[in-house]
């Protein structure tokens, strides 16, 4: 297997990291897919990342058709309505990397195309969106684990996807506990990215406060516990892995960067997950119940429910 075009769907935190490392690889065709208006603005401007505009090819799905490597890096709440692109895009002989975090897109993406196509995976990046475009620190960055879900591990395809790679800047990882390394990703997300963004502080937190690492220490046991139920072993996760990457204790995660931004989070694929799935299992998990609400209810007040003024100022009874 020879990779020779990549896309990109998906131009964000994520795939700005991989747009990055990939434009070093002149032996490969780079692009980036979006339709519309979108499609457009990143013909005309480009994108900013860590300080340098970046100029890959801007297709449509229908243009980027069967390539040899789609790589997906959107939000979670634009998975599904993406799927129809994803399944335009790709053909008989592309290889499908998901970079989402959560520990269900491949499910998601296979409800459209054939599961041979998908080559499971993820990153640890930490990069934030400022006004000159996203920044992340390419030394500290732990960067891509990928990996077969079963024999052969050194598949033809892993070693393609190692071979361009190769040379680029980009950190990458191949593992042959690909899922288990996956829970381990989101058990890093479930506990550090939400109890800061319902602060509303810094990563420090959880070494300043003991309430802190108390609500942290809560929803990674709900984590572990829905893990074992499905026969996953994090146990098997090296130590190397069970870390993210380094930060100031300043940090903001990017459940906290949409707080703070005004967006909606994807605390459905985080915490949302969490309670569907201990429901079907019948664990209880009290601590990402608590947590899913109060993050809803943060959204809520970004998109201006709790605004008690003027007309809205009404009486309302205490008990």
């Given amino acids: 297997m020879n990779i020779k075009k990549v896309a990109v769907l998906g131009a964000g935190a994520v795939g700005s990291y991989i747009i990055w490392g990939l434009s070093n690889n002149k032996n490969i065709t780079l692009g980036v897919v979006a339709d519309g208006e979108r499609n457009e603005r990143l013909k005309n401007q480009g994108l900013m990342i860590n300080g340098t505009k970046y100029t890959p090819q801007v297709w449509t799905p229908e243009e980027a058709h069967n390539v040899d490597l ?3 890096s959107l939000k979670y709440g634009s998975l599904r309505g993406a799927l129809k692109d994803i399944q335009t895009i790709v053909g008989e002989n592309t290889t499908v990397m998901s970079l989402m975090n959560g520990v269900d897109s491949e499910e998601i993406i296979a409800e459209k195309i054939d599961k041979s196509h998908i080559l499971y ?3 640890k990046v930490a990069s934030q969106k400022k006004e000159d475009g996203y920044h992340f620190d390419p030394e500290t960055t732990v960067g891509i684990y990928f990996g077969e879900l079963q024999q ?4 033809e395809r892993v070693k393609a996807v190692n071979d361009i790679f190769e040379n680029t ?4 990882i191949i593992t042959d506990d690909i899922q288990a390394e996956i829970w381990g990703k989101f058990k890093l997300n479930v506990c550090n990215n939400l109890p800061q963004a319902i602060l509303g502080v810094g990563v420090g937190c959880y070494e300043d ?6 609500i942290r220490e809560g929803l990674r046991a709900e984590v572990e516990a829905v893990a074992k139920a499905k026969g996953i072993d994090l146990s098997t996760i090296n130590a190397k892995s069970g870390r993210g ?8 995660y990017s459940t906290l960067q949409d707080i703070d931004s005004g967006r909606h989070t994807e605390i459905d ?3 949302g997950a969490m ?6 299992l019948g664990i209880p998990t009290p601590y990402n119940e608590y947590t899913y609400h109060m993050i809803k209810a943060l959204e809520e007040k970004n998109d201006g429910v709790f605004e008690y003024q003027g007309e809205n100022d009404r009486v309302s009874w205490s008990k």
């Fill in 275 to 280: 309670m569907r799935m201990g429901k079907e």
């Fill in 121 to 123: 995976s993820f990153i």
């Fill in 209 to 214: 406060s003991e309430h802190m690492a108390a």
């Fill in 169 to 172: 800047g980009l950190h990458w």
């Fill in 245 to 252: 990457s380094a930060v100031k204790a300043s940090a903001r």
């Fill in 70 to 72: 789609l790589i997906v």
């Fill in 152 to 155: 052969p591990y050194e598949s």
């Fill in 269 to 271: 694929m985080f915490s």
